[in-house]
């Protein structure tokens, strides 16, 4: 028997996986076909679309829509009102139908901004930052810290959360860091 909460505002439709410790709070749209891992939690008023995979231990914040073709890691934080997308040039009269939405893949750990919008057929690497507000209109490298419009990387960001210094070494938890063709990796 698997254990989750969902509040009684909330809708789960048919054929959901939802793993151990979920909370689903207030006014949320689970939507069939949707795959959530362990101890996630979905604030007020957020709509996982069909089909959508989310991680384990994943934040999602008030007012966000998982659209489909969207693939959410483990420890995942979409800040409040952050906005997906799966179509870059949208019609009302010529819709695409479900087997060209676009991907969206947000690598492990990373974290999406109060307000920021994601274009898809991108990848948001692992433990990247997305500043409030800013448009992600490129493939993010990991550890990456993006802000603006379009968003440019600014610098990098410690698995802890803590911006780096130019020697990459975490001021904060100690991880160091170095660089790749991806972004940083952890140095052991
Ligand atoms: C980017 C962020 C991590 C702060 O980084 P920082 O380097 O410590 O930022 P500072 O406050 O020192 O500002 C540095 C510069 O970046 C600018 N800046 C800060 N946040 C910015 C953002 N989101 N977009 C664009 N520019 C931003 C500042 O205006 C400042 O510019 P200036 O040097 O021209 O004056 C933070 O502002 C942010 O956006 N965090 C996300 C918060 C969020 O959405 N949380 C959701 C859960 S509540
Ligand atoms: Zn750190």
């Not at 254990?3 to 410790?21: L, Q, R, W």
């Not at 969206?104 to 307000?115: K, L, P, Q, W």
């Amino acid at each position: 028997m698997t254990y989750y909460f969902v509040h009684p505002t909330s809708i789960v439709d048919d054929n959901v996986e939802i793993g151990e410790g979920t909370k689903v709070w207030h006014f949320c749209h689970i939507q069939s076909g949707a795959r959530i891992g362990k101890n996630c939690s979905f604030g007020q008023n957020v709509n996982v679309s069909n089909n959508v995979i989310v991680g384990n231990s994943v934040k999602i914040q008030n007012n966000v829509s998982i659209y489909e073709g969207v693939e959410l890691g483990d420890y995942v934080f979409c800040g409040p009102s952050c906005v997906f997308t799966n179509d870059l040039t949208p019609r009302a009269k010529y819709p695409k139908g479900h087997a060209n939405y676009k991907k969206t893949i947000v690598e492990v750990g990373a974290s999406i901004g109060a307000n920021a919008t994601v274009l898809c057929n991108h990848t948001i690497g692992k433990w990247a930052l997305i500043g409030a507000g800013a448009v992600v209109t490129s493939n993010v490298p990991a550890h990456a810290l993006m802000l603006g419009v379009p968003a440019k990387r600014t610098g990098w960001v410690c698995e802890c959360g803590e911006l780096l210094q130019k020697n990459l070494i975490c001021l904060k938890c100690g991880r160091k860091y170095k660089k790749t063709e991806n972004g940083l990796e952890e140095v052991k």
